[in-house]
């Protein structure tokens, strides 16, 4: 199941299925996905955290609930796997990616293939040194999906995303930093899910417009010209400029204290 709460700003996605090592069924997924909208919608969402119950983030997709299943059976159609794909994993990649308010992924043990890109189609990514982030579709014989072929170069660079891709490599814990992968590893469950939080806490009291602007900003770059992205930082900081956060700033700066943002 998917438990989702909302508190201090934060709405929080908790996979919670630790048995399975919240492996996703299709109610789960199409639960990121229509939660990750109403976050887009609700202005008492500034920023949203995803994070697994258990030892585990997320195995995956739950076979029961995967079309490639189906393969071989007399019925199949392969066109049945695109469409799957995407109204489902492909949904909730594309929602958090272009959500215009800050994401947080606390990645507390295995992320394998879409559980993985769950994690990356994420602003910041926080890992365990236990987490292991595991691609096994060269040994299913399957393309790499779940917006993995987009995520990857863009995290680790072209060669490094073939290795994990092609190859099926594993990277743990501290290696997931090195990579470009996480943010940050930490050596106990307590102290990752602290700094989550704290995270979250600092992303939800900022400048919420402004964040989700440079946010889109820099996940255009890699399709953008410089002119082209020059172009929109124009228009963007025309559209800061006539939020009530900007003035909320200027307040902070001038009288030399914390700004108070209220996120419009």
């Given at each position: 199941?998917?438990?989702v709460?909302?508190?201090?700003?934060?709405?929080?996605?908790?996979?919670?299925?630790?048995?399975?090592?919240?492996?996703?069924?299709?109610?789960?997924?199409?639960?990121?996905?229509?939660?990750?909208?109403?976050?887009?919608?609700?202005?008492?969402?500034?920023?949203?955290?995803?994070?697994g119950?258990?030892?585990a983030?997320?195995?995956?997709?739950?076979?029961?609930?995967?079309?490639?299943?189906?393969?071989?059976?007399p019925?199949?159609?392969?066109r049945?796997?695109?469409?799957?794909?995407?109204?489902?994993?492909?949904?909730?990649?594309?929602?958090?990616?272009?959500?215009?308010?800050?994401?947080?992924?606390?990645?507390?043990?295995?992320?394998?293939?879409?559980?993985?890109h769950?994690?990356?189609?994420?602003?910041?990514?926080?890992?365990h040194?236990?987490?292991?982030?595991?691609?096994?579709?060269?040994?299913?014989?399957?393309?790499?999906?779940?917006?993995?072929?987009?995520?990857?170069?863009?995290?680790?660079?072209?060669?490094?995303?073939?290795?994990?891709?092609?190859?099926?490599?594993?990277?743990?814990?501290?290696?997931?930093?090195?990579?470009?992968l996480?943010?940050?590893?930490?050596?106990?469950?307590d102290?990752?899910?602290?700094?989550?939080?704290?995270?979250?806490?600092t992303?939800?009291s900022?400048?919420?417009?402004?964040?989700?602007?440079?946010?889109?900003?820099?996940?255009?770059?890699?399709?953008?010209?410089?002119?082209?992205?020059?172009?929109?930082?124009?228009?963007?900081?025309?559209?800061?400029?006539?939020?009530?956060?900007?003035?909320?700033?200027?307040?902070?700066?001038?009288?030399?204290r914390?700004?108070?943002?209220?996120?419009?």
């Amino acid at each position: 199941m998917l438990n989702v709460t909302i508190s201090d700003g934060v709405m929080r996605l908790v996979l919670d299925r630790p048995d399975a090592k919240n492996a996703l069924t299709a109610e789960m997924r199409d639960g990121i996905t229509d939660a990750v909208r109403a976050a887009r919608a609700n202005p008492d969402v500034r920023c949203v955290l995803v994070t697994g119950a258990g030892d585990a983030f997320c195995s995956g997709m739950d076979l029961s609930a995967s079309t490639v299943m189906q393969a071989g059976s007399p019925d199949f159609r392969p066109r049945q796997t695109s469409e799957a794909l995407r109204s489902g994993v492909q949904s909730f990649i594309r929602e958090l990616w272009e959500l215009d308010k800050p994401t947080v992924a606390v990645v507390n043990g295995a992320a394998v293939g879409p559980g993985a890109h769950l994690a990356l189609a994420c602003d910041f990514v926080l890992a365990h040194t236990a987490t292991k982030f595991i691609w096994t579709f060269p040994k299913w014989g399957l393309v790499v999906d779940a917006g993995g072929a987009y995520l990857l170069p863009r995290l680790v660079g072209l060669q490094k995303a073939k290795a994990l891709v092609m190859l099926g490599e594993t990277v743990v814990g501290n290696d997931a930093v090195a990579a470009g992968l996480a943010l940050e590893c930490y050596d106990d469950l307590d102290s990752l899910r602290s700094a989550g939080d704290a995270l979250c806490a600092t992303l939800a009291s900022g400048p919420t417009r402004s964040l989700g602007l440079s946010k889109r900003l820099l996940n255009t770059s890699f399709e953008s010209d410089l002119t082209a992205s020059l172009e929109t930082e124009g228009h963007f900081q025309a559209l800061a400029t006539a939020s009530p956060d900007l003035l909320a700033g200027m307040a902070g700066f001038k009288e030399k204290r914390s700004p108070e943002f209220n996120g419009d």
